[in-house]
């Protein structure tokens, strides 16, 4: 049906995300840092989402556009009020040892024996939200921050290696440089070590996107 309905500008939008909070249908939503509007049947035409937008972004048009369907913006909204009551549920901790940081963990301790092993940047754990469903899971867990830890880590992650039957490496950094010292230290560990394990490296945005 033609209709009037909301146009965003993605060039004026900055990504405040002031229309999202205004829009209480959630027919508007953030996608890669821009505001979008997610399905044309949440959008009921009224516009209480373009005085909230400091950037004078969005705009009223009149064209071919979905009804909207006030049945499926109720479902919408009762799906959210669900998903944030889990949300405010504690989750299931996967740490499985202590302690976590490579300059404290015993190279010899009992449960390296046959683990998969998580090299994590320190920064990876907070910015990425289900980290320890996603990457901690049935792994054993070593964190570190090369830019603020004294040494390398090179030697310990090899003693590590070299002295346990590990049976696989995943490394979690951000994509910022400092990280990149964690990702060589493992590495030179990995050919120091004298055996092949598998290598899996993930790389977390500092918006919390894996790369």
């Known amino acids: 049906m033609i209709r009037m309905i909301i146009k965003i500008d993605e ?3 900055d990504g405040c995300g002031l229309c999202v909070s205004a829009c209480h249908e959630g027919a508007i939503g953030l996608v890669d840092g821009k505001a979008r509007l997610l399905r044309d049947d949440y959008c009921d035409g009224i516009g ?3 005085p909230a937008c400091p950037m004078e972004a969005i705009a009223f048009e009149i064209r071919e556009a979905a009804a909207y369907d006030e049945a499926a913006v109720e479902s919408n909204i009762a799906n959210k009020a669900s ?3 889990k949300a405010h549920t504690t989750p299931e901790t996967h ?6 940081q490579i300059k404290l963990v015993p190279p010899k301790a009992p449960f390296f024996r046959d683990a ?6 320190d920064c990876s754990a907070y910015a990425y939200g289900n980290f320890h469903n996603a990457y901690m899971r049935d792994k054993v867990t070593l964190i570190g921050c090369p830019k603020l830890d004294d040494g390398d880590y090179a030697e310990k992650l090899t003693m590590i290696l070299a002295e346990n039957e590990v049976q696989s490496v995943t490394i979690t950094r951000m994509e910022v440089p400092c990280c990149g010292g964690l990702e060589s230290a493992v590495k030179i560990a990995l050919h120091n070590c004298g055996k092949t394990i598998p290598l899996q490296v993930v790389t977390i945005s500092t918006e919390g996107i894996v790369l």
């Open 95 to 100: 740490l499985r040892q202590w302690p976590v």
């Open 11 to 13: 060039d004026k939008c």
């Open 116 to 121: 998969d092993l998580l090299v994590a940047a």
């Open 48 to 50: 209480n989402c373009l």
């Open 83 to 85: 998903m944030a009551d």
